[in-house]
């Protein structure tokens, strides 16, 4: 497991347990496939493409989300 995949895993508990969100959101570019697999391993998915503008120019993305139900589900898997 790595870092990224770790850091992913302690953020989206935050936002859960400590903030009490109902839904997290997340910009993931496409180009970065690496990202996009930390964001299916949480148990995320696919909820809309769009495009951002990024340092080095616009970049297609997808918008990834997770509501609390599926981060439940997830993290019974991953305990």
Known sequence: RGFATEASAAVTDYWFDVLGRPV?????AVA???SRRVSEKQGM???RRLKLSLVSGVAEAELWE???ERWRASRSGRR
Request: a positive charge.
């Open 24 to 28: 997290l959101r997340v910009p993931k």
């Open 32 to 34: 970065n496939p690496a």
């Open 45 to 47: 998915r696919v909820v």
């Open 66 to 68: 997770i509501d609390r």
